[in-house]
């Protein structure tokens, strides 16, 4: 079994993690802007600012990353591709997108259909994110 290639792991993951980013500035930004600011304000809390969002675009940035990694991790298995990239997705999106949203949603913090919508444009997010940074990952 070869080696990661991390110098790859990090192009794809700044590739990914700009998809991620992208993705996150329509969903979250623009459309449901309005709900984040009357959800911070019935929870007594501060506007999202800017340290916020740049602190936002790091923790995607590192999806990438990790996104891209696990795809270099299963890729000896899976083989290389468009589906050992989705299933690379698919893992990142459960445990870091799906499980946590649906955390917060029943627990109260976040409404139901703000969790569903983050929840469902989250796994389309990491799906096409995953298929951008493979695509820049290859073996030495």
Do not use: C
């Not at 009357?38 to 929870?43: D, E, G, V």
């Not at 996104?67 to 445990?95: D, E, K």
């Not at 627990?107 to 569903?116: C, E, I, Q, T």
């Amino acid at each position: 079994m070869s080696k990661i290639n991390v110098g790859r792991v990090i192009v794809g993951g700044i590739v990914a993690g700009i998809v991620i980013d992208v993705f996150e500035v329509v969903l979250n930004g623009v459309i449901l802007a309005p709900n984040w600011a009357s959800l911070m304000q019935s929870l007594n809390l501060p506007a999202v600012g800017l340290h916020q969002i740049i602190w936002f675009n790091v923790i995607g940035l590192m999806t990438g990353f990790a996104t891209v990694w696990t795809y270099s991790a299963i890729r000896p298995r899976f083989g290389a591709g468009v589906m050992t990239a989705v299933h690379a997705g698919l893992l990142v999106w459960f445990v870091g997108y799906a499980l946590p949203d649906a955390a917060n949603m029943i627990a109260g913090l976040v409404p139901s259909n703000m969790s569903v919508m983050i929840i469902g444009v989250g796994l389309i997010e990491l799906i096409v994110a995953s298929i951008a940074g493979a695509f820049f990952y290859h073996e030495t």
